[in-house]
């Protein structure tokens, strides 16, 4: 038989001992909730990311392909893809807004993005000044303008990945020793 104390001193350590672990799993749980709530947060933003990248990708490739085989002497400007060119143009300038308002204007995708927008209106501005059809001036300064907004665009696909991509991601092909 224990003497009175100790059997006091042995239940308290049991209530401290439950008690303990009662608050350790609390705390751990609480963590792993908050974890699960913050993940769950950056991935629906990362889905807004990615939706903008893909409207101004899409609108500018839209764009590209109405302009692209005049270019290159494969088919001729003419009334019709005039008439195209005008909501083509408002729509690339939409959606680089839209990557304005969701990057911001001064992080680095959003920088990038201003430039694909100010190239398509280089590009808009030399397709549709250009006399229909177009001669051989117009076509080689559509080409030209074409090239410098296809640049751009890849400069902003580079920058807006590094700004979607996960934390502790790597996209595959980036390390120094992928060739």
């Keep these: 038989m224990l003497p009175a104390w100790a059997t006091v001193v042995l239940a308290l350590g049991g209530a401290a001992i439950g008690a303990l672990a009662g608050i350790t799993a609390s705390v751990v749980g609480y963590r792993g909730t908050e974890l699960n709530v913050v993940h769950q947060e950056s991935e629906a933003w990362r889905k807004v990311l990615i939706e903008a990248c893909q409207a101004l990708s899409d609108a500018w490739l839209e764009l590209r392909w109405l302009l692209y085989p005049p270019s290159t002497g494969a088919g001729a400007f003419d009334a019709e893809a005039r008439a195209r060119l005008d909501p083509l143009g408002t729509r690339c300038a939409q959606t680089v807004a839209r990557v304005l308002l969701v990057f911001g204007r001064e992080s680095t995708a959003g920088k990038a993005a ?16 250009a006399p229909v059809p177009w001669d051989e001036e117009a076509t080689t300064k559509v080409a030209s303008a074409i ?24 996209a595959r092909g980036s390390d120094l020793g992928d060739a």
Aim: aromatic residues 4%; charged residues 30%.
């Design 114 to 129: 201003s430039e694909v927008d100010l190239k398509v209106a280089e590009l808009k501005d030399a397709a549709i000044l």
């Design 147 to 170: 090239r410098a907004a296809e640049h751009a665009h890849e400069e902003f696909l580079l920058k807006a990945q590094v700004a979607i991509e996960p934390a502790g991601w790597q």
